[in-house]
């Protein structure tokens, strides 16, 4: 693989801000789609919409001059369903389906936004959320499972098996542990704020749904915008997309992480001295697989130029590579386009009414004031 070619694999682009036609000329490894983005910027779009774009962005991605041509990955939020389709079935937030208490209940959950998702051609979903909310101040508290880090565990490991599956068959669906490392743990639960506490509190408690997601076979995790100040031990680790001690040396060297780290959106402009488009400490920290939703070229453009100028290894960016496609490999992506699954294209593959029921039923908790509660 030439560098251009090599650092489109690492860049995954917003599908409002690139064209198939783009994704071939580039080499790009991945797009998704936020919140508020759909086929032809229609919120209405139906299934075969989503499913044709899919197949577009896929040919494409085979149509390269490339050796030997890599399929793209789409990733969307389906974090409780996929609700980004008009008309697929939503299930209650995380910190429901935490309350219900019922990791079974969880793995068919996320065996259903499987399905939904290929329905829609779309491979790869951006959850579960593995973080340990302690303070409700933080607003992202609903996504959290669980204050307790054990149930965050064992929900982490159903949920990826839920996803997954059998990673490579064509109901399959790449899970993501997010957002690493210690989002539910920042100081007054300020959002992408700084967790204030030791290193025995970040790995025991925080990092717990990570050990529940590996054990699971896990692939892809998302760094968190948060930060991590050890103040007790005097080591200020700064933006979890800039800290190699973390993302290196923790999750893939002794955690055993060998799937892919994806930041998050425009994560690596919150590093210091980066911006959205320019980011070599956080390709050197760790990161395999950059979101960069509106300035892809000229992070692609930028990148290409680190590398020349021997500011981010060789090294690094065919470690980045090989992991990309060691999960793309394992995720069935070179034998299986998106309009082969047998959910593709499936209206009835978006409703699974009577599962949404039943966990709002388990999710639902009664308070009783005795004893002064």
């Known amino acids: ?58 040919q494409a991605s085979m149509r390269t001059d490339a050796q030997v041509p890599i399929p793209i990955v789409w990733g969307t939020d389906a974090v409780h369903g996929h609700s980004n389709v008009y008309g697929a079935t939503l299930f209650p937030h995380n910190i429901g389906l935490g309350a219900a208490r019922d990791p079974a209940l969880v793995e068919q959950v996320a065996r259903a936004t ?46 990826v098996r839920g996803l997954q599956g059998r990673l490579g068959d064509e109901a399959s669906v790449l899970a993501t542990a997010k957002h690493y490392l210690g989002d539910g743990a920042t100081a007054r639960g300020r959002d992408q704020g700084v967790a204030q506490i030791d290193k025995a509190r970040m790995l025991n408690v925080h990092g717990q749904g990570y050990y529940g997601a590996i054990e ?26 800039g800290a190699a001690p973390l993302l290196t040396e923790a999750l893939k060297r002794k955690m055993g992480f060998d799937g892919f780290v994806v930041s998050d959106w425009n994560g690596i ?48 960016i065919d470690d980045a590579v090989r992991r990309i496609l060691r999960v793309k490999l394992r995720a069935g992506l070179f034998a299986h386009a998106p309009s082969a ?3 593709a294209g499936r209206e009835d593959a978006l409703l699974h009414r009577d599962l949404a029921r039943r966990a709002v039923r388990e999710s639902l908790v009664l308070l009783k004031n005795e004893r002064g509660a």
């Open 216 to 241: 699971a076979g896990v692939q892809t995790v998302m760094a968190s915008y948060s930060s991590w100040n050890d103040i007790a031990a005097g080591v200020d680790y700064g933006k979890m997309h």
């Open 341 to 343: 699954s047998r959910y």
């Open 269 to 316: 402009g919150q590093v210091p001295g980066c911006s959205n488009a320019s980011c070599a400490q956080a390709i050197n920290a760790g990161v395999d697989m950059v979101m960069v939703p509106d300035d892809w070229k000229a992070f692609i453009d930028n990148t290409v130029a680190q590398v020349q100028s021997g500011q981010i290894p060789q090294a690094r």
């Open 1 to 58: 693989m030439t560098l251009a070619q090599k650092v489109g694999q690492m860049t995954q682009a917003e599908i409002k801000s690139i064209t198939p036609e783009q994704v071939r000329q580039y080499y790009i490894g991945s797009v998704l789609n936020g919140g508020g983005s759909w086929p032809g910027k229609d919120k209405h779009a139906r299934v075969g919409d989503w499913l044709r774009l899919a197949d577009a962005y896929y």
């Open 114 to 159: 499987a399905e939904a998702s290929r329905a829609t051609g779309i491979g790869w979903a951006f959850a579960p959320t593995l973080a340990v909310a302690e303070d409700p101040r933080w607003g992202r508290t609903y996504e959290s499972f669980s204050s307790d880090p054990a149930l965050v565990r064992s929900y982490a490991a159903a949920y």
